[in-house]
């Protein structure tokens, strides 16, 4: 990190949090894995906290991230995805490649593809309906605009009757 640099411990927050509501784990269940209270993670999650410690660490690692994107994401970059490969279970890093950054399928419609790569996550579900032709599966990924404080965005959503589970 550069000299004079701050730290934007507020974004690392809004981060893990986004990462964990795109798991759909719910905060009491990760307090739980990681064996902390709830309120730590909540203190996490609003940026309350000055210094990277074992609990942050066990956060990042628990939504999938990779060693070294805590410190990527507190100098503004974005976290390196750790993902399960499908031979051995062994973990796969991503080096350089986010899950802004990778490619959305190429059979979606060149605005959706864009629009998937834009903002931070607010949330993201895939719902299912069985009817009698089959199952149907809808992917929801609910992007805001850079910058936007979570609670604005939330907000804005409430008033779309768009229903965002956030922990407080």
Known sequence: MMEGM?????????????ARAARE???????????????AL????RGEFRKVTPTVIAYAREVGWAE??????????DPVEREISP?????????????????APSDLSLLVQQSLKEGPLVDARVAEVTTS????????????EEG?????????????????????
């Not at 701050?6 to 986004?18: E, F, I, P, S, V």
């Not at 994107?69 to 970059?77: A, C, K, N, T, W």
């Not at 089959?134 to 992007?143: E, S």
């Open 6 to 18: 701050t730290r934007d411990w507020a974004r690392l927050g809004q981060r893990l949090k986004a």
């Open 68 to 77: 070294g994107s805590i410190e990527r994401v507190l100098d503004g970059g």
């Open 87 to 103: 031979v051995g279970n062994e973990p796969t890093e991503h080096a350089g490649e986010s899950a802004g950054e990778r490619e």
């Open 25 to 39: 784990i719910p905060q009491q269940d990760l307090a739980e894995t990681i064996g902390v209270k709830r309120g």
């Open 133 to 144: 032709a089959g199952r149907l599966k809808a992917t929801i990924v609910i992007r805001g």
């Open 148 to 168: 936007a404080p979570m609670d604005e965005l939330l907000a804005a959503l409430r008033k779309l009757k768009i229903d965002v589970e956030v922990d407080e």
């Open 42 to 45: 909540h203190n996490i999650e």
